[in-house]
């Protein structure tokens, strides 16, 4: 049996106004309610990030109650979002940040050090001519 809904007619019951709707309603075949995917669609900073928790917890819980069977069985499926969640997620944010932070510096580093080394052999090229 396929988790994949029958029709949209559960979308179309869903308040596109709502925060985080659009997670919902943008999916496509077979459903499943990622909560790391969640935080990620969201995109909040972490001092707006508490909220998430009990807007997953309403979702889920609502759709867990959904008259279309797939909705139901991906909604029954899906994980809880846990602090836990948001402090990996924010925490690995940083981490990306940080490592292109790095490997943008050490760039402009190398090329630093490449011209420097341009001018020194252009200057050794000039004292053998």
């Not at 609502?62 to 990996?88: C, M």
């Amino acid at each position: 049996m396929s988790d994949q809904p029958k029709d949209s007619t559960w979308r179309i019951a869903i308040n596109a106004d709502r925060r985080g709707s659009g997670y919902f309603t943008s999916q496509t075949g077979a459903l499943l309610f990622n909560p790391v995917k969640y935080i990620e669609f969201r995109g909040v900073n972490w001092d707006q990030s508490s909220c998430l928790i009990d807007e997953w917890t309403r979702w889920i819980s609502e759709f867990k109650k959904s008259r279309d069977g797939g909705v139901r069985r991906a909604a029954s499926a899906a994980l809880p979002l846990t602090q836990q969640d948001l402090a990996d997620y924010y925490r690995s944010r940083i981490l990306e940040d940080r490592e292109l932070t790095v490997l943008d510096s050490s760039s402009q580093q190398h090329k630093i050090v490449d011209q420097q080394f341009i001018v020194h052999l252009q200057e050794r090229q000039s004292k053998l001519c």
